[in-house]
């Protein structure tokens, strides 16, 4: 099983690329990366950007990681993105993710990604400017694609979010956006399964199940985040956390079942700002040697997880 993690642990804490670099291969174990762009901001002025995004590839190659992809953050997040209203505020949204995928490629990366975006309540509930969102999204994506292509890339990963003004956040919506996308974009576009998204129950109700998910979108699936979850909120805990329910070593055999081990998955744990950081250390690395256990099968001698 291919594991890895995303380094949204590491934001406003283990930022020197050296320091969270070392930690992920000497404590965590792992060395399979997904960079975010909360640790380099792609708006940052390019004579600053470059040498910072040199010596991130720089630290990745001196601890044997791979960077496999580069992902938005909760900075990008919060703004509406390719659907915004105003079309300034679209514009916007596609200058930054194409210095997103210049970052991408600086730092080694060969795919980058994340929310598209999501609309207003006013255009979203009115069904003529919905439908020329979603129009606007197809020629942003496209676009889109071209300029990763330009920059080196290989990949585009769009990940689908918990919140129905956003697009896509369901199973045939995705499967609408790959169709209504199909020939073109210039890179392969695929998509990322967040499992505390995907099994958020007061979306998609109390039967929430991955493998619709897995056997739904099968080989457009591009990658996993995992987080621990009580299905009630995006959650983004780790292990252990006695809220928690989300059973990794079940989801590992359903992603089996579906021929989709090769698939790489992220751990995604998001903690408050505020938190201790020796307890942040701690849970992150609990949370790692429960999925290298549960998820990936490792068997692991003589690890303390605290």
């Known amino acids: 099983m291919n594991l890895g993690i995303n380094l949204s642990f590491a934001i406003k804490r283990w930022v020197e690329p050296p320091v969270w670099a070392r930690f992920v291969r000497e404590t965590l174990g792992l060395e399979l990366v997904q960079f975010t762009y909360d640790l380099l901001d792609p708006w940052w002025p390019e004579a600053s950007r470059r040498p910072m995004a040199a010596e ?26 390719l659907l915004h ?13 194409k210095r997103a995928f210049d970052v991408a490629a600086e730092v080694g990366a060969k795919a980058s990604g994340g929310p598209l975006g999501g609309m207003s309540i006013s255009d979203a509930s009115n069904p003529k400017r919905r439908e020329q969102r979603y129009r606007d999204l197809l020629d942003a994506v496209a676009e889109l694609s071209e300029a990763a292509r330009a920059a080196g890339l290989d990949r585009l ?15 045939d919506q995705a499967k609408a956006i790959l169709n209504d996308l199909e020939g073109r974009c210039a890179v392969e576009l695929k998509l990322l399964v967040d499992i505390g998204h995907a099994l958020y129950q007061p979306l998609f109700g ?31 805990w780790g ?29 995604e744990i998001i903690y408050p700002f505020e938190l201790a950081d020796e307890e942040v ?11 290298r256990r549960e998820y990936a099968g490792e068997i692991l001698y003589s690890v303390q997880e605290a």
């Open 56 to 81: 991130v590839r720089k630290a990745a190659q001196d601890w044997g990681l791979h960077i496999e992809s580069a992902f938005s953050g909760l900075a990008n997040y919060c703004f509406d993105g």
């Open 85 to 97: 209203p105003d079309p300034a505020g679209r514009n916007a949204s596609l200058e930054w993710w």
């Open 157 to 171: 990963q769009v990940e689908c979010t918990p919140l129905a003004r956003e697009i896509p956040y369901a199973v």
């Open 206 to 236: 109390p039967g929430a199940r991955m493998p619709g998910w897995l056997y739904g979108l099968g080989d457009s699936i591009g990658a996993f985040h995992l987080q621990n979850t009580d299905f009630q909120s995006d959650s983004h």
């Open 239 to 267: 292990w252990p956390d006695r809220r928690g329910l989300f059973d990794v070593a079940g989801f590992a055999s359903e992603v089996r079942a579906a021929g989709l081990e090769d698939v790489p998955a992220f751990i």
């Open 281 to 291: 250390r701690q849970n992150i690395t609990s949370t790692a040697m429960h999925c």
